[in-house]
């Protein structure tokens, strides 16, 4: 709009010359001769030198032309010369007409005291400056750099807004406000409504519930509170205080991949197949090769290590309270991570202090019946080696596999006098042997 106004006054501006030409014919109309020109006018007759009005229906050629007063135009005036307006510049005052109007009733071009202003066959006179303020002056500067419009519709796609703001199209926007004027309408598409209802009636959704809760439909109209709630940046289900990002409060069902925030490397719980009832499973950093799964049917949990995975226990304990079955039990004794190497001795002497018992547990969730063993603090103070105490309960237990070497160092010690018993009893043998060879040699020289 703006620029097409511009564009006008332009036009009429242009204009000006040929509408100053088309005034001039008024100052000398044409009618019945009351002279003869002189030669030098070099224009036939007749030309009326008085103050009569005439008129001239066909085109007229001047190469100057004054004009003097006010004029009016019916037919069609071209001037190849310098045409001047009341002398040799034009008056303040002057008005150039268009129509049978003139003055500041008609329409046309006036100088305004030194100011160009221009006006329609209806409307009122302005300059080119008034006609820019008025289609900038419709958009204002508010604070903080924003810009404001108040003179009517804004349309955007389309030239015939009918809302304050209205858009043929899509809007792509982060975040939009909806005023909460009483008179506002919230509309999507055709369908709009004044207000937000308490539910039940058409185009309204209400209900209530507790605060920090993700809302549940409970219908198609009505909302209440749901069991997820929010505290803190955690999310919980089932709990109003969860203490994790994800607090669950109940039993989960689901078939779920848990991946790192770089995509590598995932964990999976699935539903299982026909002969387990579910499991988890461990992926490498690939994301596809699987090292590891733990399954679980009606009665057992089953651990599967893959792809020559290892299953590692470090900084801690494993506490098993039934049986633990393997295959082979295998304890670090490579010489190339020890140090300090020195003997084991006064093994029998320990194993001559350690006193084997049968016992029973008190705890009946243990076996029942009778079983042998250890003391624990009885093998404290004989080999405390062979003990570990628990730091929070100090209940202490014998550790049997560091029993093996003090064996064996028994045994090897007891071995070393077995074999100075033999010693001795095959040397006490030929003492004897000799005796018996003297005796016998003492009866036959009788």
Excluded at 231 to 249: C, F, R
Excluded at 285 to 308: C, F, H, Q, S, V
Excluded at 323 to 338: I, P, T, W
Aim: glycine content about 14%.
């Amino acid at each position: 709009v703006m620029n097409q106004t511009i564009i006008r006054a332009v036009r009429i501006g242009l204009g000006t010359l040929s509408v100053i030409i088309f005034s001039a014919s008024s100052a000398s109309a044409w009618g019945a001769p009351s002279g003869t020109p002189s030669a030098a006018n070099n224009a036939a007759a007749p030309i009326n030198i008085g103050s009569a009005t005439q008129n001239k229906n066909g085109v007229l050629g001047v190469t100057g032309l004054g004009v003097f007063g006010n004029s009016a135009l019916t037919g069609t005036l071209s001037v190849t010369g310098q045409t001047t307006l009341g002398g040799t510049n034009l008056n303040a005052g002057s008005y150039l007409n268009f129509g049978a109007t003139t003055g500041s009733l008609g329409y046309g071009i006036w100088d305004s005291g030194g100011v160009i202003k221009f006006k329609n066959s209806s409307g009122s006179w302005l300059s080119l400056q008034d006609l820019i303020a008025t289609v900038t002056g419709l958009w204002s500067n508010g604070t903080g750099g924003a810009i404001y419009y108040n003179g009517g519709n804004v349309g955007i796609g389309t030239s015939n807004p009918a809302q304050m703001l209205d858009i043929a199209g899509n809007v792509n926007a982060t975040g939009m406000q909806v005023s909460t004027v009483s008179s506002t309408k919230y509309c999507i598409g055709v369908s709009c409504i004044t207000s937000w209802g308490t539910g039940g009636g058409t185009g309204t959704i209400g209900g209530s519930g507790a605060a920090n809760y993700v809302p549940l439909f409970m219908d198609a109209t009505t909302l209440a509170s749901s069991v997820i709630a929010q505290s803190g940046g955690n999310v919980g289900i089932g709990t109003t205080a969860p203490t994790q990002k994800l607090d669950v409060s109940g039993t989960i069902r689901a078939t779920v991949e848990v991946r790192a925030s770089n995509n590598t490397g995932r964990v999976q719980l699935d539903s299982g197949s026909a002969s387990q009832s579910g499991y988890v499973a461990w992926y490498r950093t690939d994301g596809t090769t699987r090292i590891a799964y733990m399954g679980w049917d009606p009665t057992n949990l089953n651990l599967n290590l893959e792809n020559g995975s290892s299953f590692n226990v470090t900084g801690g304990n494993m506490n098993v309270s039934g049986n633990l079955n393997a295959n082979a039990f295998l304890y670090n004794s490579d010489q190339r991570l020890k140090k300090d190497i020195q003997p084991l001795v006064g093994s029998l002497a320990m194993i001559e202090k350690i006193n084997p018992v049968t016992y029973q547990w008190k705890d009946s969730a243990k076996p029942a019946g009778d079983h042998i063993g250890f003391i624990a603090q009885n093998v404290n103070q004989v080999a405390p080696d062979l003990i570990h105490t628990d730091a929070s309960t100090t209940i202490e237990s014998v550790v049997y596999a560091r029993m093996t070497p003090i064996l064996v160092g028994a045994v090897q010690e007891q071995q070393q006098s077995i074999k100075l018993l033999q010693i001795q009893i095959q040397n006490q043998q030929k003492e004897i042997e000799d005796l018996q060879t003297q005796i016998g040699r003492m009866q036959q020289s009788r």
